[in-house]
C-alpha cells in the first residue's frame, strides 16, 4: 500500500481492538509524506513579507469572531475588508461594531455575506483578503484554514486547529506549500501569568523544567440552552459522540511554550489517556429539558472528566485534564515544576528551593495574593507591560488583545508569528490521540511530527520586547 493508501485506509477504520492494531502497523502515517513536497517549505521560523495594510476578513463572528473583529478594527493600518456568518443580523451588528470603534471614515467598504453555508467561499474568491479569522464550528476550521490558504490569505484559527490528524496533516501541508501562515489563536498563551511564567522559566528561575500541569476545568452545562444557534448547538453533539479530551489547548499551549516543546529543544513523544463515565451531561439533560427533547435522545458516551499524560522525549511530563461537565470552580493548573522551585495557577503562587528573597523562608511555603506583586514587578513580561493598558478591555483580561495586536504586528513587521503551525497541530492533536488511546484502554499513542524532523532547528519563542 502507498502512503496516500495508508492514510485513507486508517481514516476509514473504526476504534476497535482490531483497527488500533492494523494503525500500529503503519508508524509512516504518524510522519505523513516522509519528505516535504517539492516547492514546500518549513514555516518554522517563517516570516511573510510585510502588508502595510493588513486587509481582513472574517468568518463567523459570534462570540469569540466578533470580540477580535472588534479589537483589530480599531488598530492603525488595518481594514475590515468582509464578513461571513450564517446569520445576517450577527453581520449588521459586526458591521456596526466597526464603525463605532473606528469611525465613519475607516473601513468604508466592508462587503457582507451571510445565509448559505458557503458564502464564505464566493467571500473569499470576489474579496480576496490578506488575512482571514476563523471562528466556527470546530469542524470548519480545517477545511475553511486550507482553502483561504489556498486563495493567498493568512489563515488566523480558533482553537482547535482541527479536528482529525488527517486534517491537521492538510493543514501543515497546505500551508508548507502556499507559504501562507496558519495560526491556532491560543489567547491564553497572551495572560499575564503565562507571559509572566515564560518569562521566568527562560531566566532559569526554576531551573531544569520537569513537569507541567495543564486543564480545561469549565462548567458549561448552560451551553446546552443553546439548542437553534450558538456554541451548544454544536458542541453538544462533541460531547455524545467523542471520548477523550476535546479541549486541551488553553492549558496545554502555554506550558507547551515554557517546556519549548517543538521548539528545539524538546517535543512530544506518546499520550495516554483515561475518561470517567459520562454521567452529567444526561443527568443534566433528564432534570432540564422535557423526555422528547433532542439532548434527551443522545446517547452520551464522552466521559465527564478525562485525564490525559504526555511524555516527551526527554522524558518530561505533562498532565492534560478537561472537563466541561462537573460542578466546579474553573481552573486551567498551570503549573510548572522545576528542579529549583514550581510556578502554579488558579490561585497564582510561586515556590522557590532557599525561598522568595524577602517573602518566604524556602520552598514549604507559597509566595501568593498580595506578595506577588513584587514578583510581578520583577518578571512581568515586556509584551504584557507594553500592551495590557491598550488591551485591557478586549476581552479575558486583555489576553484576547494582545493577541490580535501582535499577530497585526508580526504581518506588518514581516516578524515571524509567536505561534507557528505545527504548535497549533501539535496541542490540538490531544483530542484525537486521546480518543485513540481512551478506546484502547489507555494505551500509548505516539504524536505525530507535524515538523517532520525540523523541530531540533526551530529557535524557542523569544522574550518579545
Known amino acids: ?28 502515517y504518524l510522519q505523513g509524506q516522509s519528505e516535504r513536497p517539492f516547492m514546500a517549505q518549513y514555516m518554522g521560523g517563517f516570516a511573510a513579507p510585510k502588508l502595510e495594510t493588513v486587509r481582513a476578513a ?18 492603525p493600518n488595518t481594514e475590515v ?8 443580523d450577527l453581520v449588521k451588528q459586526k458591521v456596526q461594531w466597526v464603525r463605532e470603534v473606528a469611525g465613519e471614515n475607516r473601513h468604508k467598504n466592508i462587503a457582507e455575506y451571510h445565509g448559505d453555508e458557503d458564502r464564505w467561499k464566493q467571500m473569499l474568491n470576489e474579496v480576496r483578503p490578506d488575512v482571514v479569522f476563523i471562528a466556527t464550528n470546530w469542524h470548519n476550521h480545517a477545511p475553511m484554514a486550507i482553502e483561504a490558504m489556498n486563495q493567498g ?64 476545568i469549565h462548567e458549561l452545562r448552560w451551553q446546552m440552552n443553546e439548542v437553534e444557534r450558538g456554541t451548544g448547538s454544536w458542541r453538544t453533539y462533541h460531547y455524545a459522540k467523542r471520548n477523550g479530551n476535546l479541549y486541551p489547548t488553553h492549558g496545554l499551549g502555554p506550558v507547551a511554550q515554557y517546556m519549548n516543546l517543538g521548539r528545539g529543544e524538546d517535543t512530544f513523544n506518546t499520550l495516554v489517556s483515561f475518561s470517567t463515565p459520562a454521567l452529567g451531561r444526561k443527568t443534566y439533560a433528564e432534570k432540564n429539558y422535557p423526555p422528547d427533547h433532542q439532548w434527551n435522545q443522545l446517547e452520551y458516551n464522552g466521559g465527564d ?30 503549573l510548572i515544576q522545576g528542579t529549583k522551585g514550581a510556578l502554579a495557577g488558579f490561585p497564582t503562587r510561586v515556590a522557590l528551593e532557599g525561598g522568595v528573597e524577602g517573602l518566604t523562608e524556602d520552598h514549604h511555603s507559597w509566595v501568593q495574593g498580595e506578595q506577588l506583586q513584587a514578583l510581578y514587578e520583577k518578571y512581568d513580561h515586556p509584551l504584557y507591560k507594553r500592551l495590557n493598558e491598550a488591551a485591557k478591555d478586549s476581552g479575558h483580561g486583555g489576553m484576547d488583545g494582545i493577541m490580535v495586536y501582535r499577530i497585526v504586528e508580526c504581518l506588518q513587521k514581516g516578524l515571524p508569528l509567536d505561534q507557528n503551525v505545527y504548535e497549533g497541530c501539535f496541542w490540538s492533536a490531544v483530542a484525537p490521540l486521546s480518543e485513540r488511546s481512551v478506546a ?18 526551530t529557535e524557542p519563542l523569544r522574550i518579545i520586547s
Open 1 to 28: 500500500m502507498s502512503k496516500l493508501d495508508r492514510r485513507k485506509f486508517l481514516q476509514k477504520t473504526t476504534l476497535s481492538t482490531a483497527a488500533l492494531a492494523s494503525w500500529s502497523f503503519f508508524p509512516e
Open 153 to 216: 490569505a493568512h489563515a488566523f484559527v480558533e482553537v482547535p486547529m482541527a479536528v482529525t490528524l488527517q486534517e491537521m496533516w492538510d493543514i501543515v501541508d497546505t500551508s508548507e506549500r502556499t507559504q501562507k501562515h496558519c495560526m491556532m489563536m491560543e489567547n491564553v498563551n497572551y495572560g499575564r501569568d503565562e507571559l509572566m511564567f515564560l518569562n521566568m522559566c527562560r531566566q532559569g528561575v526554576i531551573g531544569e523544567l520537569l513537569h507541567g500541569e495543564a486543564a480545561y
Open 58 to 75: 472574517f468568518i463567523g463572528v459570534g462570540a469569540r469572531g466578533g470580540t477580535h473583529l472588534k479589537f483589530l478594527a480599531a488598530l
Open 440 to 457: 484502547s484502554g489507555g494505551a500509548p499513542q505516539p504524536f505525530p511530527d507535524f515538523t517532520r524532523g525540523e523541530w531540533k532547528n
Open 81 to 88: 475588508v468582509a464578513i461571513s456568518d450564517l446569520y445576517e
Open 305 to 334: 472528566l478525562n485525564t490525559s499524560i504526555i511524555k516527551t522525549n526527554m522524558g518530561r511530563t505533562i498532565l492534560v485534564q478537561w472537563d466541561e461537565t462537573s460542578p466546579r470552580p474553573y481552573t486551567r493548573l498551570n
